[in-house]
C-alpha cells in the first residue's frame, strides 16, 4: 500500500507559476513510476508528467516546455513545477504511483485555477 499526500495547488493568474508536491508513504519500494494527471472540467483525464525509477521523463505535449517533474528519494517527494500557466491548465492534479505490482495508487487530488 502506497499513500501519497498532494499540496501546492490553489488560484493563480495566467502567465504565473505553481509548484505542485507529493508526498508518499508507504510501501514505497514497490514504486516503478510516479507522475501526476489532471483532469478538468468536461474533459478527459490527462497525464501530466511522469518519472521513472530511471528518472526518466515524460510530458504531454500541453505541458512540454512549461512543466518539470522531479522526484526526491531522500525526502519520499515528487514534483511538479509549472510555469506560464494557462487558463487551460485549471484542473485536479492527482499524484499517481506506479508500483511493480501493477497496482496504481492515486493521491486525492489538489485544485489549481488559472485564472485570466
Known amino acids: 500500500q502506497v499513500e501519497l499526500v498532494e499540496s501546492g495547488g490553489g488560484l493563480v493568474q495566467a502567465g504565473g507559476s505553481l509548484r505542485l508536491s507529493c508526498a508518499y508513504s508507504g510501501d514505497i519500494r514497490s514504486i516503478n513510476a510516479m507522475g501526476w494527471y489532471r483532469r478538468a472540467p468536461e474533459k478527459q483525464r490527462e497525464l501530466v508528467a511522469v518519472v521513472t525509477s530511471g528518472s526518466s521523463v515524460k510530458y504531454a505535449d500541453s505541458v512540454k516546455g512549461r512543466c518539470t517533474i522531479s522526484r526526491d528519494n531522500a525526502k519520499n517527494t515528487v514534483s511538479l513545477e509549472m510555469n506560464s500557466l494557462k487558463p487551460e491548465d485549471t484542473a485536479v492534479y492527482h499524484c499517481?504511483?506506479?508500483?511493480?505490482?501493477?497496482?496504481?495508487?492515486w493521491g486525492k487530488g489538489i485544485l489549481v485555477t488559472v485564472s485570466s
Open positions: 499517481v504511483a506506479d508500483a511493480s505490482s501493477g497496482v496504481s495508487y
